[in-house]
């Protein structure tokens, strides 16, 4: 029995890691899985492990009020060390850039444990853009063992860094296992979120779904954001935006001082995972500075406005599937109105090919790891 332990903190990280650990699930007679969460991210985190029913064998428990990097970082090390001396797992999956991904990577090592770098390979190489993910990333990518990279391009990055090619696997990125699974799914179950938007999503306009929580966006970048969506929905009185605000009162307080009291522009609560697939769905037009939608929203036929001036998901960019707008208000506005007006501008770019995956990076995974010695 090879022994597998799959670290995750945070709602992005559950969603993408959620169907690789159904996946080994499936094998029980090769591999023993265990789930550690950090919670890094609370309340957001036991949605998505609710919903797609994982329970896991460990929880730290991390999340505080004001937390900081310098001691989220130290309480996952060492709140780690126990779980790694109990388990003794022979490897360790961690996903994508969190301060989770990186801290748990580190202690890993330190317990001899392989490590296994799920979406491994995304470069910006811009040291603070974004922050702190880039270089989390970076530094797994020099700890780990294996690397399953999402594209050709991010294999390249690894190759350019001396990866030996031999622990380098491209996959596909396993948010699309997870949105092919979950989209199917949203439309045969009850929930409430989603009943809730029915009332609020009309069927006879243009809906505009926006995301936003990037920290190299606080401040200026967010009060730039907030006016560019404001003259959107001045514009396009026949549009209607939905923003499910995020909780951190650096994105919170600019949004609510702007956009409040517009007519066609509605604030929400933060959605839970399948509330929040049903609507990229029925949107029309998507405008955030997520890393996991760009990558979700092409296989759904969105077209993507990215509020950010680099990103480490270039594939989407040279498909033609989003676009870099940044935090310019001119831009935002522009690329918006065009899609919103010229059909054939919006066709192209929803009809492309999605170049993060097929749905099976996943099965690719736990092949891989089947057949190591």
């Known amino acids: 029995m090879k022994k597998n332990l799959i670290v995750f903190g945070t709602r992005p990280e559950a969603i993408k890691m959620a169907p690789l650990v159904q996946e080994f699930k499936k094998h029980s007679d090769i591999f023993e899985t265990r789930v550690c969460v950090t919670a890094q991210h609370r309340e957001m985190l036991d949605q998505v492990l609710d919903f797609f029913n994982i329970q896991p064998e460990y929880d730290l428990n991390l999340m505080k009020a004001n937390q900081n990097l310098y001691s989220l970082t130290a309480d996952i090390i060492i709140g780690l060390k126990e779980v790694l001396e109990d388990f003794k797992p022979d490897y360790v999956y961690v996903h994508g850039d969190t301060t989770t991904t990186m801290a748990a990577s580190l202690a890993s090592f330190y317990s001899g444990a392989k490590i296994c770098h799920v979406e491994a390979g995304l470069r910006t190489n811009f040291k603070r853009t974004p922050f702190p993910e880039e270089m989390n990333r970076q530094l797994t990518g020099r700890i780990a063992d294996y690397h399953f990279a999402p594209t050709e391009a991010s294999k390249e990055n690894l190759l350019k860094e001396n990866i030996a090619s031999e622990t380098i696997l491209v996959t596909g990125n396993t948010v699309i296992d997870a949105l092919i699974d979950s989209s199917k799914r949203v439309e045969d179950i009850y ?4 009943e809730n938007l029915k009332k609020i999503v009309k069927k006879d306009v243009k809906t505009i779904l926006v995301t936003g929580h990037r920290r190299e966006n606080h401040g200026d970048g967010f009060i730039r954001i907030c006016e560019a969506l404001r003259e959107i929905a001045l514009i396009n009185q026949d549009v209607e935006i939905i923003y499910p605000v995020h909780l951190n009162p650096n994105v919170k307080r600019p949004v609510y001082e702007i956009l409040s009291g517009i007519d066609n522009i509605k604030l929400i609560e933060p959605l839970a995972y399948p509330a929040f697939v049903w609507l990229m769905d029925k949107s029309y037009l998507i405008i955030t500075d997520s890393g996991g939608v760009q990558e979700e929203a092409p296989s759904l036929g969105k077209p993507v406005l990215v509020m950010r001036e680099s990103t480490e998901r270039p ?24 899609l919103l007006n010229d059909e054939d501008k919006y066709t192209r770019m929803s009809v492309l090919h999605n170049p993060y995956g097929d749905g099976k990076a996943c099965e690719r995974i736990v092949n891989y790891i089947s057949n190591l010695e």
């Open 191 to 194: 929930n409430l979120e989603i």
């Open 315 to 338: 594939e989407a960019v040279v498909a033609g599937t989003v676009i870099l707008v940044g935090t310019n208000k001119e831009l935002i506005v522009n690329e918006a109105n065009k």
